[in-house]
């Protein structure tokens, strides 16, 4: 009896530790209020498509920033203390009031989590200084439009970074940033400055550096901005979505990644 006893108590336990860990949580905002960009769609059912491919996390899309809140909500709903990361794929003056956004900082910065701007995301919350710090800066323009975008991977050693070329061209539009700083963030991808019209009267940026995806440690939390995603295609490309995987398994704390701000390369 105590020879099956120990062998009932040995298959209980090597259950216990068989069971695959615990999916994680993102929750993708997608609310405008500005420019209606279409590919909020195209990021939105990627990021819920590599989530459940993958088994890693489950995403919940909304339109709105109901639950972007530690207030306990009715309903079924959710808030922030439910989730791992934030995606903000936004436009303008979202609908947040003051303890809201507090309670964003406070999950990223205090709680540990991830946030993660899309595209549009640094076009959002002007008025917000605290969320352009987080961030990492603000949109200032896109001088050259939609065009074939010439991308230069700064950090193949990022997670998902290895996936892309080290020098490549995309038709996208790339947004010019404002109140950016190397000492804050660390650049992944840039545009080559020196395949680009500077002569545009659009461009204010003297550096020649245009960071397009960048990555940063904000208090005991993880944020990236990734300015590619305007033209829909680009979220059907494979080396993207391979990039996205383990840029939200970073951003969940799943990898390890340096995230140490670095000054632009000499060459």
């Avoid at 995301?121 to 010439?150: C, I, L, N, Q, R």
Wanted: with cysteine; aromatic share 12%; glycine share 10%.
């Amino acid at each position: 009896m105590r020879i099956l006893g120990f062998a009932v108590f040995l298959m209980v336990g090597l259950a216990v530790f068989a069971q695959p860990p615990a999916k994680k949580k993102l929750l993708f905002i997608g609310e405008t209020k500005g420019y209606q960009h279409d590919s909020v769609s195209n990021a939105a059912g990627t990021l819920y498509k590599l989530g459940h491919e993958t088994g890693l996390w489950d995403t919940y899309i909304k339109t709105d920033c109901q639950l972007v809140t530690k207030k306990k909500l009715g309903g079924n709903a959710k808030n922030l203390d439910f989730f791992d990361a934030v995606a903000f794929c936004t436009t303008g003056e979202l609908d947040m009031d003051d303890s809201q956004k507090a309670d964003l900082l406070s999950f990223v910065k205090d709680d540990g989590k991830g946030f993660i701007a899309i595209h549009a995301g640094s076009d959002t919350f002007y008025k917000w200084p605290e969320y352009g710090d987080m961030v990492g800066g603000y949109f200032d323009e896109h001088p050259w439009g939609t065009f074939d975008a010439p991308l230069a991977v700064e950090d193949s050693g990022f997670p998902g970074m290895q996936f892309l070329p080290n020098a490549f061209t995309m038709r996208d539009e790339i947004y010019q940033i404002k109140q950016f700083s190397r000492e804050k963030v660390r650049v992944l991808l840039k545009l080559d400055g020196n395949k680009l019209d500077l002569t545009n009267p659009k461009v204010h940026r003297t550096d020649k550096d245009f960071a397009v995806i960048w990555a940063r440690t904000y208090g005991k939390g993880r944020v990236m901005y990734d300015g590619l995603g305007h033209v829909e295609a680009v979220w059907d490309r494979p080396d993207v979505q391979k990039m996205y995987t383990e840029h939200i398994k970073w951003l969940m704390g799943m990898i390890p990644g340096d995230a140490t701000p670095r000054p632009k390369p000499a060459n």
